[in-house]
Structures are given as structure tokens and as C-alpha cells.
């Protein structure tokens, strides 16, 4: 199924599960383009703990992919305009 | 996979002609014919395919909100042996989502009361039932009977624990999980691979896909945060739908898949889907209802099957206590963290309120508005905890008044915080001292020890806790 496009200039990113409850959002658009390893410092400035209390144990996907976080020394990945990011914590209960 | 003929279904049946050899080199019986028929004519399925379902060995461990709808997928399919691992017993908050279960069985063992169940169901399958909770000590001789584990269980220690052993034994894994309104579904270690072979021609297990389990202060419970019945009960089934479909089409050979899938095949396993299923009580389905999003093969550094985890990850290992998967998910009791002063018992708060001892006074409430909707302490004012953080950080950031964190106007009235359990609370005291509510401490801040429950126990037996 398609989904809404994000504005110009803009990615959309995802939330899903404690990420939702973190930020009292499913949906939202950021500026792009972005560095995926300064994403974590985009969404601390915005939601204030959400590295250590979501980040930290959640995967990230780019466009339904996917991706691991670079570290110092990779190589970086950059988030495009009309990207779509989702920030995934794991749901352990059942 | 066995694939030594079993006796007890033999009773009618010839070898046909051009079949395998063992099991699938018999008729069905008449029973087994009949009841199996309208999936055997499905495309793709056939007789083969369902002799492979009667001969395969499936462990289900979790016999709750994903285990119930899942086994009774695989007892109806067929599967010639299930086994079921679970401690728990049957509790009246189970059931609506439970439903292998009955309002005639509470209290009786979850694994026999299940089993009853699809013995109903399908009396053809052996069933194997676990009555204990899985552990580092019984899992690897339960896992190592089957051919696939079903991992529906509750919690991130025993996710890790599942999918280690899994790795260990050489056991394709389909594991689900479910709270709240959120779903997830991946199948893990399909086909199964050696621990150690790790580049890009391999399937991953848990650990690769998430690496740190949460803290555990933000662990959601079902019991805890709530969860829709159909949300868990889609997952379980999708659970089945994955292991049957697995175990006919013989996709956990190794055979059956080295050589022949690539990266860019949308279907491979060795970079698996994971599904998403989110559930918006306030909409209908959307584009982001169900998001299945394609994983990273096997992590050469991963700590229980890349290149180096012989080193890191044994099965003598786990059995005598390492890696220790309580610390890993940092389940430990939780303590008190609040200095004894600022703390009251639930019976004391009673006591000085009803003496007269405490006229003006806030009454914070920091549970969910759902659970506070069902009865609260008279005079209490609800802010949800998660919101209490978010303005919390706001204020800090953007540097506005601390008091505007309180929903009532009073500034030297001392404050007293409840919450259900009495965790969320002593956390909220903290940081309102943090704004400096409190001050300086010239006004007091005060944890209600226990919550909402210590006040059903000590106060108000009638208190509707949730």
C-alpha cells in the first residue's frame, strides 16, 4: 500500500510501539537530507531520553530495509528527501 | 524432520507409486484423508506436503495470547507432534485472548487445559505437555526433540534464551510478539545454519535483528500495559501460517534453500521479513497498519551465532548460568530508589487524611487515564506518567515554569504521588525535585509506597485495581 508522501525537503519517519508512546506520534515529517548517524541526536533535541529509553535497543529501517547505525570510522548513510524511516523497538510480550 | 514411517497410521495404507521413501511412502489414512482434505488440495500443498506436516515435531513454548490461536492452527494442520511449555495457570484475565482455554478450566494448568483443547480439536497429533516454564537449565533437551520452536512467550530473557539454543541445536525459530495495540512476526535461523557461519548466505536470530533487549523499566507486560485480543491473536495465527508452511514446503532443509535464493529475491529467508502490525483503536486500516520490513542477514560479530560466538555461546554454558539472561535483561528486583522520608505507606496516607492531619494537599495520579477511569482516591488529579516525562522535558529545555507541570495552582501545598504499582511514582517524585518543585525542600514531595494495589490492600479492599 502506498503511504503520504512527506513535503518537499522532508522525510517521513515512523514510530512504532514505545517509540508511538515516546513520542505521542505514529507520523511525522523531518528535514532531510539527514546524516543517519546524527538522526539519534535530531529526535534527543526533540524528545528529551528517547536515545537512552527507545534508541538504544530499537532497529531502524530506511524505506522498509534494514540498516545498521554506522559507527565512528563506516561509512555514513544519508536519509533523502521522500525517505521513509521507522524506528522499531522490540515488542517482547505475548 | 523424521522420516521413519509411524506405525499407528499405517493401518490402511499401501505404498502408492513414484513416493518418497519412510513417511512419505504411505496412504493417508481414512481419518487423516478426510479431515485434511480441503488444505491438501490447495496449490502447492498435496500429499507429500501433508505427510510432512504429519511427520514434523513442533514446540510451542507460551501457552497464552499467541501460543493458544497458534496451536490450534498446527494441531489442525496436522502436525504429528506438538509439544507446549508452560508454568502458568489459567486466570480469568486470559481469556479474551486466550482462547484455547475456558471459564470451565481456570486454574487448571495452561499446558493441560490447552491441550484439552486441541485434543478436542484433533485427537490425531501426540501431544507433549511441559507444565514448568522454559529455563537455561530444560531448554536445550525440550528444543532439541523438535524439528521448530514457536517462541510465544512473554518476556526479553527467554526470547534471548530461545533464540540462543535455537541457534545452538540447529532450530528454525518463528517467533512473535504482541502488546498493546503492536504485533511483530519474523522467522529466525531458517534454514537453519551452524553457529559460526556467519556471512551473508545465512539467517539471523534474534540477537542480530536486536541486539540490546529494552531497560527494564520500559518492559510492557500485557498484565501491565494492556493488549487487544484479535492484535495477539492475528499474530499467533500469522505464527502458525509461517511454521506449517515452513515444515510442508521443507524450507528448514538446508537443501532446500542454499544456492537458490539471492539477495535481491524479495521472498529469501536469509534476509527475513519482519512484520509490523499496528492497531489504531481510532481508524481504520491504513497504510501503516501492517509494515513488513526486510532484515540484514546473519552479523558477523553477532554474540550467539557470528564468527566468533563458539567462543561466547555454548549449550554447557547456558545450562549452568552464562550468559546470564536475567542480569542481560536487567530484570532484578526492582528497589526502592526514594530516600525513606519521602515515602508513605498507603495506610499512613489514610490514616493522617482521615485524622485531619492533612487538609490541603495535592494527590498526584500518575497512572494511564484508562485504569485511573475505572476509580480513583478521592481529591486525586490524573497525569499520566509518560506525559508527566514529556512536560517534564520540555520545561527543562525550554527553561518555562516548574509549576506548570501540576494540574492544580497551589505552591506551598506539599504534593503526593500514587501510581498502580508504586515504580512510576517514585520516578515522578524525582522529577518534580529535579524542576525544583519541591523548592529547594522547603515543600514536600511524597511517594505513596506501593500505589493503587497497596492502597486495595491496606485501605480500601474494594478498590477496583486494574
Excluded at chain 1, 64 to 70: G, H, M, N
Excluded at chain 2, 8 to 25: D, I, T
Aim: overall charge negative; glycine content about 10%; hydrophobic content about 35%.
Amino acid at each position: 500500500m502506498s503511504t503520504p508522501k512527506p513535503a518537499p525537503g522532508h522525510f517521513t519517519i515512523l514510530y512504532f510501539a514505545t517509540a508511538t508512546s515516546f513520542t505521542g506520534k505514529n507520523v511525522e515529517s523531518l528535514p532531510a537530507p539527514l546524516s543517519l548517524r546524527k538522526l539519534g541526536d535530531v529526535l534527543e533535541e526533540r524528545y528529551k531520553g528517547i536515545k537512552e529509553g527507545v534508541l538504544g535497543h530499537s532497529l531502524v529501517t530506511i524505506n522498509l530495509a534494514y540498516v545498521d547505525i554506522p559507527e565512528e570510522g563506516e561509512d555514513d548513510v544519508i536519509i533523502k528527501e521522500g525517505d521513509e524511516v521507522a524506528i522499531i523497538p522490540p515488542v517482547s510480550s505475548g | 524432520m523424521q522420516h521413519n514411517s509411524s506405525e499407528e497410521h499405517h493401518s490402511n495404507g499401501v505404498a502408492g507409486r513414484n513416493e518418497g521413501q519412510g513417511g512419505f511412502s504411505r496412504r493417508l489414512t481414512d481419518e487423516e484423508f478426510d479431515r485434511y482434505s480441503r488444505q491438501m488440495i490447495v496449490p502447492g500443498m498435496g500429499k507429500e506436503a501433508q505427510l510432512r506436516l504429519i511427520n514434523s515435531k513442533v514446540l510451542i513454548i507460551g501457552a497464552g495470547g499467541l501460543g493458544c490461536p497458534a496451536a490450534q492452527y498446527i494441531a489442525g494442520a496436522g502436525i504429528g507432534t506438538i509439544g507446549i511449555v508452560d508454568g502458568d495457570i489459567v486466570e480469568p484475565s486470559n481469556l479474551h485472548r486466550q482462547v484455547g482455554h475456558a471459564t470451565s478450566r481456570i486454574g487448571m494448568m495452561k499446558v493441560d487445559s490447552l491441550i484439552t483443547h486441541l485434543r478436542d480439536l484433533n485427537p490425531l497429533p501426540t501431544y507433549v505437555p511441559y507444565t514448568f516454564p522454559i529455563s537455561h537449565e530444560n531448554a536445550a533437551d525440550i528444543i532439541s526433540q523438535y524439528d521448530l520452536v514457536l517462541d510465544c512467550t512473554d518476556n526479553p530473557a527467554t526470547r534471548y534464551l530461545i533464540s540462543d539454543v535455537c541457534i545452538l541445536l540447529c532450530k528454525p525459530l518463528v517467533s512473535a510478539a504482541s502488546v498493546q495495540k503492536s504485533g511483530q512476526l519474523i522467522v529466525l535461523n531458517c534454514p537453519p545454519t551452524p553457529q559460526g557461519k556467519a556471512d551473508k548466505k545465512y539467517s539471523p536470530c534474534y540477537r542480530c535483528c536486536f541486539r540490546k533487549p529494552p531497560p527494564a523499566n520500559t518492559q510492557l507486560s500485557c498484565g501491565e500495559a494492556g493488549i487487544m485480543g484479535p492484535v495477539v491473536g492475528l499474530m499467533g495465527v500469522a505464527q502458525a501460517g509461517e511454521a506449517i508452511k515452513i515444515l510442508a514446503s521443507g524450507l528448514h532443509l538446508p537443501s532446500a534453500i542454499s544456492g537458490t535464493t539471492t539477495e535481491d529475491d524479495p521472498h529469501n529467508l536469509i534476509q527475513p521479513t519482519l512484520l509490523i502490525y499496528s492497531y489504531d483503536l481510532n481508524a481504520a486500516p491504513g497504510p501503516y497498519t501492517f509494515r513488513p520490513l526486510k532484515m540484514a542477514s546473519r552479523k558477523k560479530n553477532c554474540f550467539a551465532c557470528g564468527e566468533n560466538s563458539p567462543q561466547t555461546l555454548t549449550l554447557e554454558g547456558i545450562k549452568s548460568g552464562n550468559p546470564n539472561y536475567i542480569q542481560f535483561c536487567g530484570l532484578q528486583t526492582p528497589k526502592a530508589t526514594l530516600p525513606a522520608q519521602d515515602r508513605i505507606t498507603a495506610s499512613a496516607y489514610h490514616a493522617a487524611r482521615e485524622s485531619g492531619q492533612l487538609q490541603n494537599h495535592i494527590l498526584l495520579d500518575t497512572r494511564e487515564k484508562e485504569h485511573f477511569s475505572f476509580g480513583s482516591i478521592e481529591g486525586a488529579v490524573n497525569v499520566p506518567f509518560g506525559k508527566l516525562l514529556m512536560k517534564a522535558a520540555t520545561i527543562k529545555r525550554s527553561g518555562g515554569d516548574a509549576e506548570e507541570i501540576l494540574p492544580v495552582k497551589s505552591a506551598e501545598d506539599p504534593i503526593f504521588v500514587v501510581c498502580r504499582r508504586g515504580l512510576d511514582s517514585q520516578e515522578a517524585v524525582e522529577k518534580l525535585k529535579e524542576l525544583g518543585v519541591d523548592q529547594g525542600g522547603k515543600r514536600k514531595i511524597v511517594d505513596i509506597i506501593g500505589g493503587m494495589k497497596a492502597w486495595k490492600e491496606e485501605v480500601d479492599p474494594s478498590f477496583p485495581f486494574i
